[in-house]
């Protein structure tokens, strides 16, 4: 037997960057979510001192990045509170964010108060530096803030309810598709699968715009209804609308999986099932039914999550009365990370509660890119 | 309750259509609901669109009533800069995330095959995870990440959050070709004396091509149609045509949209027409051999 040559290097040290990259890209992002999840900013913090930390050093700190004492502000001065001596220095930089130092006994309180309430960019960083040393704690307050708040939990309950609905209409409407598609002859139905895919590959937000020319108050629609003389429909900024618009964003994407499962049904387990004394609907009951079920796993995870999450949609298509999840994280996020850090994994728990029930039926991944290039 | 009327106008038909679709197929009335059917829902599909093509030659503003045919919104939007430069944006971060993507996955996609079972496994699952998380959370984790280790938003942090969207679906349109490949090439080029890297090159790289084709094509459709991600990753300054298009929804329409879905719309059609004509040309090729 002739030995092989031995190999200078193992092969699998190709994947060695790809795992570091997987790490930093991949895994730290979601970590970090959980991580802020489960802290809050100290927005009010002190600092105890000693003899690294006196209050020159604290105000020579903040001196380094460029804030200024303010004796214009009223507060400044001596203050006496709870019989302790407290000094008060305003410390504020071009116009942004003010910080009151109170000096105390022993003890130095900084409390940030912000203009219009708002932060302006280019102050942030420095906020963010003070903030990373000790600004943090752990707590379930984002968390509770969510359950205990009644709008948002609609706002929630509401984006599932829109998201069950659409999948159940995918469902319907994309299953019944796929079905009779694959009982075509093969030329007419490699052409009709691409025909009834393709929207899927134009920009989703062109589609979704699409549908607004339609429905709209000065929309086709409404222009035909009144030359026949019926009233016009408002149908925009509806829950109805923003239905409408997930089913025919998300259609393609529950009818391609179930149609790549039926054309692969072997033809002769059919034929047994008929051999064997089945009528027409027996078969399909009980082997076609069974045997596409992997196909509609899949369709109803690549309807369902994205349909959950969609927020161009709701915010393009919907009112007040529709906002989802999803628009709520992206308003809430640029505000308060630690909230909207939250809600993203209440997110992560609900689809992968979703995909536990739904994994393990779409193993070979056949069905990413719509088995189409 | 006209609201009601109008959906059993709509939808009974349908729903009709859709028990009946299910029947024997040998009845006139199953062949019958089974073209109705498709043709409801191929209207449903292309209805949409068909009114943005149309209304993309109208003369006025309205998307309601035709005024006239002209080329205006064409001219308009070819002079419009912020749309062109958001098409050129869209195009540089596209084929940049997509071609590293290719090149780091494919490598990536080698070592990973040939790891032991268990961190092949855990490494496999993870790449799965932008696929099968939501958008959303991919963005706003990314975005955390960019704060943590300071990167600034701009064209630097929208291609890298590209590329890990990008990676995944590479890597998984190449992991099924190196397990179909025969691997027995691979060292009888080492017994005819190639080095492992070349006959990495020379040998396996070959087997696994079409995978890389559609993994680099996969992740450019994915990168240009990308929106969620890029809203949270692009910054102030870079924008995309995604980002593009939802920022014109919000500021307020005009029928330049429609001409460049319309131009959209063609270019899609016109790509998948001809891939779809090269794979069967092929399949026909492999059945006459």
């Given at each position: 037997?002739?030995r092989?040559p031995?190999?200078?290097?193992k092969?699998?040290v190709?994947?060695?960057?790809y795992v570091?990259?997987?790490i930093?890209f991949?895994v730290?992002?979601?970590?970090l979510?959980?991580f802020?999840?489960?802290t809050?900013?100290i927005?009010?913090y002190?600092?105890?001192l000693?003899h690294e930390?006196t209050p020159?050093?604290i105000?020579g700190n903040?001196?380094?990045?460029g804030?200024e004492?303010?004796?214009?502000?009223?507060?400044?001065?001596t203050y006496?509170?709870?019989?302790?001596?407290?000094s008060?220095v305003?410390y504020?930089?071009?116009?942004a964010?003010v910080y009151?130092?109170?000096?105390?006994?022993?003890?130095?309180?900084?409390?940030?108060?912000y203009?219009?309430?708002?932060l302006?960019?280019?102050?942030?960083?420095d906020?963010?530096?003070?903030n990373?040393?000790?600004g943090?704690?752990?707590t379930?307050?984002?968390?509770e803030?969510?359950?205990s708040?009644?709008d948002?939990?609609?706002v929630f309950?509401?984006?599932i309810?829109?998201?069950?609905v659409?999948t159940?209409?995918?469902?319907?409407l994309?299953?019944p598709?796929a079905?009779?598609?694959?009982k075509?002859?093969e030329r007419?139905?490699?052409?009709l699968?691409v025909?009834f895919?393709?929207?899927m590959?134009?920009n989703?937000?062109?589609?979704?715009?699409?549908?607004?020319?339609?429905?709209?108050?000065?929309?086709i629609?409404n222009?035909?209804?009144?030359?026949?003389g019926?009233p016009?429909?408002?149908?925009m900024?509806?829950q109805?609308?923003v239905?409408?618009v997930?089913?025919?964003?998300?259609?393609?994407f529950m009818i391609?999986p179930i149609?790549?499962t039926?054309?692969k049904l072997?033809?002769?387990?059919?034929e047994?099932?008929?051999d064997?004394?089945?009528?027409?609907?027996q078969t399909l009951?009980?082997?076609?039914?069974?045997?596409?079920?992997?196909g509609?796993?899949?369709?109803?995870?690549m309807?369902?999550?994205?349909?959950?999450?969609?927020f161009?949609?709701?915010?393009?298509?919907?009112?007040?009365?529709?906002?989802t999840?999803?628009?709520?994280i992206?308003?809430?996020?640029?505000?308060d990370?630690?909230?909207g850090?939250?809600?993203s994994?209440?997110?992560?728990?609900?689809m992968?509660?979703?995909?536990?029930f739904?994994?393990?039926?779409d193993?070979?991944?056949?069905?990413?890119?719509?088995?189409?290039? | 309750m006209?609201?009601l009327i109008?959906?059993?106008?709509i939808?009974v038909p349908?729903?009709?259509?859709l028990?009946?679709v299910?029947?024997n197929?040998?009845k006139?009335r199953?062949?019958i609901?089974?073209?109705?059917?498709l043709?409801?829902?191929?209207?449903?599909?292309?209805l949409?669109?068909?009114?943005?093509?149309?209304f993309?030659?109208?003369?006025?503003?309205?998307t309601?009533?035709?005024?006239g045919?002209?080329?205006?919104w064409?001219?308009?939007?070819?002079a419009?800069?912020?749309?062109?430069r958001?098409v050129?944006?869209?195009?540089?971060?596209?084929f940049?995330?997509?071609?590293?993507?290719?090149v780091?996955g494919?490598?990536?996609?080698?070592?990973?095959?040939y790891?032991?079972?268990?961190?092949?496994?855990?490494?496999?699952n993870?790449?799965?995870?932008?696929?099968?998380n939501?958008d959303i959370i991919?963005?706003?984790?990314l975005?955390?990440?960019?704060?943590?280790?300071?990167?600034p938003?701009g064209?630097?942090?929208l291609?890298?959050?590209?590329?890990?969207?990008?990676l995944?679906?590479v890597?998984l349109?190449?992991?099924?070709?190196?397990?179909q490949?025969?691997?027995?090439?691979y060292?009888?080029?080492?017994?005819?004396?190639?080095t492992p890297?070349?006959?990495l090159?020379k040998?396996?790289?070959?087997?696994?091509?079409?995978g890389i084709v559609s993994?680099?094509l996969?992740?450019?459709?994915m990168s240009?149609d990308d929106f969620?991600?890029?809203?949270?990753t692009?910054?102030?300054?870079v924008?995309?045509?995604?980002?593009?298009?939802?920022s014109?929804?919000?500021?307020?329409?005009t029928p330049?949209?429609n001409a460049?879905s319309?131009?959209?719309?063609l270019?899609?059609?016109?790509?998948?027409i001809?891939?779809n004509l090269?794979?069967?040309?092929?399949?026909?090729?492999?059945?006459?051999?």
């Amino acid at each position: 037997m002739s030995r092989l040559p031995k190999l200078r290097f193992k092969r699998s040290v190709f994947a060695y960057p790809y795992v570091v990259f997987a790490i930093v890209f991949l895994v730290a992002p979601l970590l970090l979510v959980v991580f802020y999840s489960l802290t809050r900013e100290i927005d009010n913090y002190s600092i105890y001192l000693d003899h690294e930390n006196t209050p020159e050093a604290i105000i020579g700190n903040l001196d380094f990045i460029g804030y200024e004492e303010d004796p214009t502000l009223s507060e400044t001065g001596t203050y006496y509170y709870d019989g302790e001596t407290l000094s008060v220095v305003n410390y504020r930089k071009s116009n942004a964010e003010v910080y009151k130092i109170y000096f105390g006994d022993g003890k130095v309180t900084f409390i940030e108060e912000y203009f219009g309430g708002e932060l302006f960019d280019d102050t942030l960083d420095d906020v963010k530096f003070l903030n990373r040393l000790t600004g943090f704690y752990f707590t379930f307050d984002n968390f509770e803030r969510f359950f205990s708040n009644p709008d948002s939990m609609k706002v929630f309950l509401r984006s599932i309810y829109i998201a069950f609905v659409s999948t159940v209409i995918c469902l319907l409407l994309g299953f019944p598709t796929a079905y009779v598609l694959s009982k075509m002859k093969e030329r007419w139905r490699n052409f009709l699968s691409v025909m009834f895919l393709l929207p899927m590959w134009m920009n989703f937000l062109l589609r979704t715009y699409a549908w607004r020319t339609l429905i709209e108050k000065t929309g086709i629609i409404n222009t035909i209804l009144e030359s026949v003389g019926l009233p016009a429909q408002s149908l925009m900024y509806t829950q109805g609308a923003v239905i409408l618009v997930m089913v025919y964003d998300f259609l393609p994407f529950m009818i391609m999986p179930i149609y790549n499962t039926l054309i692969k049904l072997d033809r002769s387990v059919l034929e047994a099932s008929h051999d064997l004394g089945a009528n027409h609907y027996q078969t399909l009951f009980t082997v076609v039914l069974p045997l596409s079920l992997p196909g509609v796993a899949s369709g109803i995870t690549m309807t369902f999550v994205p349909s959950i999450t969609a927020f161009a949609i709701s915010k393009i298509m919907g009112g007040t009365q529709s906002v989802t999840i999803g628009e709520e994280i992206e308003r809430v996020f640029n505000n308060d990370m630690w909230f909207g850090s939250a809600m993203s994994v209440i997110i992560m728990v609900l689809m992968l509660v979703s995909m536990f029930f739904l994994s393990g039926k779409d193993k070979d991944g056949d069905n990413i890119g719509g088995g189409m290039i | 309750m006209t609201d009601l009327i109008y959906l059993a106008v709509i939808a009974v038909p349908v729903l009709v259509a859709l028990i009946l679709v299910f029947g024997n197929p040998d009845k006139n009335r199953t062949k019958i609901s089974r073209i109705f059917f498709l043709v409801a829902i191929f209207v449903f599909t292309y209805l949409p669109i068909a009114v943005l093509i149309i209304f993309s030659f109208n003369e006025g503003r309205s998307t309601g009533v035709w005024e006239g045919f002209s080329f205006k919104w064409y001219k308009e939007l070819f002079a419009d800069e912020r749309i062109m430069r958001s098409v050129i944006t869209t195009i540089i971060v596209a084929f940049s995330s997509a071609i590293i993507s290719t090149v780091f996955g494919t490598f990536a996609s080698i070592g990973i095959f040939y790891m032991k079972k268990i961190p092949k496994n855990i490494i496999l699952n993870v790449t799965n995870l932008p696929i099968l998380n939501a958008d959303i959370i991919t963005g706003v984790s990314l975005l955390l990440l960019y704060n943590i280790i300071g990167i600034p938003l701009g064209y630097v942090s929208l291609i890298l959050a590209h590329i890990s969207f990008n990676l995944p679906y590479v890597i998984l349109s190449i992991m099924p070709k190196l397990k179909q490949m025969d691997n027995n090439l691979y060292e009888a080029a080492l017994d005819l004396g190639s080095t492992p890297m070349n006959a990495l090159i020379k040998v396996v790289i070959p087997q696994i091509m079409p995978g890389i084709v559609s993994g680099f094509l996969l992740a450019l459709t994915m990168s240009m149609d990308d929106f969620v991600i890029s809203l949270f990753t692009s910054g102030a300054v870079v924008s995309t045509l995604s980002l593009e298009i939802y920022s014109m929804t919000k500021r307020g329409i005009t029928p330049e949209i429609n001409a460049l879905s319309t131009i959209i719309f063609l270019i899609v059609l016109t790509v998948l027409i001809i891939a779809n004509l090269k794979k069967s040309k092929t399949e026909e090729d492999t059945r006459k051999a």
